[in-house]
């Protein structure tokens, strides 16, 4: 009896004389760049240095394209992005030490936001590696140990025949849900010495499938069939696994209103009669979802964002399907389903019976009715209008990328995404210079639409060097950049705290000559024209600017 598992495909004549005679200068860099391609990687980040240049060499002889970026943390960024919009592992090369270090807070936000990032780093030569502190320049004690409990996976290297496998068990972490970062590690010596081992063609790394268990399904089908008030929440696992169909489909057939995190952004349609938008930093929605009797959270771990700041207590049986165990009931008991959101959501479909709720449209429109009213009362016309202006300038189908400023805080419960994974921004770990450096790794992953970023005056600063990449590869990135003069969101909070705000005001450039001085268009705009301003730029090629000179204002918190 012949088992799948026992055959094995024989190579053809072709194949055998190739693999014999392998062509010559060849290196170790080469096996990474040849394992890249074979896994289908098409695009690949990052910033050479000294002990990494076998990989940088290698790639002149590929046919991968590369994006330069002026610093790692940056490259880190973009390529997060660039995984997000193609939902395939993307590729970064670092090179040692200060190098790979200067990324970690990129992978911190590729992590929270499960953003498949393959983190390709050299190492000192071989003998240096073990902690012998033998001198080496960028030499660390132990490299991997900085990144180990920040990546979801590290894999080393030790010799040129590890080199594929690694990459490639690599590949299979980072797209096995939960999507997240990875770390491999390869020494200079292994990277620039020749091999004669053959060329590295295609590499089977299929992601591993979180499938639900069945009789959890079965009790969940039946919890939801039989609730009178369900409700959803919809998490970033429904948009990182594509599943924002099979999520409208439940929601129709069950009568749930849906809201969907800041991760989530784009879901569910912002106008369905269901939906709840995105306004979870309101006490009437969190009021709302504690007063569903079943509620049912879909890739989502309901953290500090998305629980109101942890005032959120539901009084109803919660259902959660979450990939990432460690966040499986991390925050609320309930009935916890280890799974892939798509996975999970296609067998709910095909478990749970129909129920009809005519109501549930009524209760969601007097929901945001009363959102409405709250945020009316605040005199906060400028921010609206601000808002209103870039979601009318932007085409449906461009990606945005947001950093960590007002307005995006503004965005995450306000901005109608209009397609699912087109919204994106670092609040996953919170971290300032996300905006510009990510929209270039989605302008890199299409360039037939343009991206937009917004930043605020001061986390523009961590990014100003990347107007170099930006116009070095003529990205279609147009670059919004509020500018009110200092941290804004922090002097906001610390004048509320202690009643006046320090360290928060900040010097900073005329962002419009900067932009031109790297000859990138830009112009300085008001409120009232900002949407043509924003849809002009939108519409020429390559990277343009636009400022806004404007102080902007946060709605009331409502957890205090």
Do not use: C
Not at 148 to 163: L, N, P, Y
Not at 250 to 256: C, F, I, R
Not at 374 to 402: G, H, K, N, Y
Not at 497 to 525: H, N
């Amino acid at each position: 009896m012949t088992h799948d598992h026992d055959l094995v495909l024989r190579p053809t004549a072709r194949q055998v004389d190739a693999a014999l005679n392998p062509p010559p200068g060849r290196n170790g860099g080469d096996l990474v760049v040849e394992t890249l391609a074979g896994l289908g990687a098409t695009t690949v980040f990052g910033l050479p240095g000294q002990h990494a240049l076998g990989m940088f060499d290698a790639l002149r002889r590929s046919d991968l394209g590369y994006v330069g970026l002026r610093v790692e943390n940056n490259a880190g960024f973009a390529a997060d992005a660039h995984g997000r919009i193609t939902g395939q592992a993307t590729p970064l090369l670092l090179s040692t030490g200060p190098g790979a270090l200067t990324a970690l807070a990129a992978l911190q936000e590729a992590a929270a936001a499960s953003a498949p990032v393959l983190a390709i780093s050299s190492q000192v030569p071989s003998a240096g590696i073990g902690g012998g502190r033998h001198g080496y320049l960028h030499e660390l004690r132990d490299q991997k140990a900085s990144f180990r409990d920040v990546v979801k996976s590290v894999h080393t290297v030790r010799t040129a025949s590890q080199i594929p496998s690694a990459i490639a068990d690599a590949w299979q972490s980072a797209l096995t849900a939960p999507h997240g970062p990875v770390w491999v590690e390869i020494p200079q010596d292994v990277l620039l010495a020749e091999t004669a081992l053959p060329v590295v063609t295609a590499l089977d790394a299929t992601p591993h499938d979180l499938v639900p268990r069945p009789e959890l399904t079965a009790v969940a089908a039946h919890l939801l069939r039989h609730a009178e008030r369900p409700a959803i929440i919809a998490g970033g696992g429904v948009v990182r696994s594509d599943a924002s169909g099979k999520l409208l489909a439940l929601a129709e057939k069950l009568d749930a209103p849906v809201v969907t995190t800041f991760g989530g952004k784009g879901a569910f349609p912002w106008e369905h009669p269901l939906s709840m938008q995105s306004w979870l930093e309101d006490r009437h929605t969190t009021d709302f979802l504690e007063d569903a009797d079943v509620l049912l959270v879909v890739g989502s771990g309901l953290g500090e964002l998305s629980s109101n700041y942890h005032t959120f207590a539901p009084r109803g049986r919660v259902v959660q399907i979450e990939a990432d165990l460690g966040k499986l009931e991390s925050n609320h008991p309930g009935l916890g389903i280890h799974a892939d959101a798509r996975m999970a959501l296609a067998a709910l479909l095909e478990t749970v019976e129909e129920r009809r709720d005519p109501s549930a449209a009524e209760r969601v429109s007097a929901l945001l009715a009363k959102v409405r009213e709250r945020i009316a009362d605040q005199e906060l016309t400028l921010e609206q209008e601000v808002l209103a202006a870039v979601r009318e300038a932007l085409p449906d189908d461009s990606p945005s990328f947001w950093d960590m400023t007002i307005l995006a805080y503004w965005a995450w419960s306000a901005f109608d995404a209009r397609r699912p994974n087109t919204m994106h921004s670092a609040q996953g770990a919170g971290g300032l210079g996300y905006g510009f450096p990510a929209a270039l790794g989605a302008a890199a992953a299409d360039r037939t639409r343009p991206v937009l970023a917004v930043s605020g005056d001061g986390g523009a600063m961590y990014s100003i060097a990347e107007l170099a990449s930006a116009k070095q590869y003529e990205l279609p990135v147009t670059w919004l950049i509020v500018d009110d003069g200092g941290y804004g969101i922090l002097r906001e909070y610390m004048t509320d705290a202690f009643g006046e705000a320090t360290a928060t005001e900040l010097s900073r450039p005329d962002f419009v000559a900067l932009a031109e001085s790297f000859g990138v268009p830009a112009v300085r705009t008001t409120a009232e024209s900002l949407r043509e301003d924003l849809a002009k730029a939108l519409a020429q090629p390559g990277p343009s600017v636009v400022v806004l000179p404007a102080v902007l204002r946060m709605f009331a918190p409502t957890h205090l």
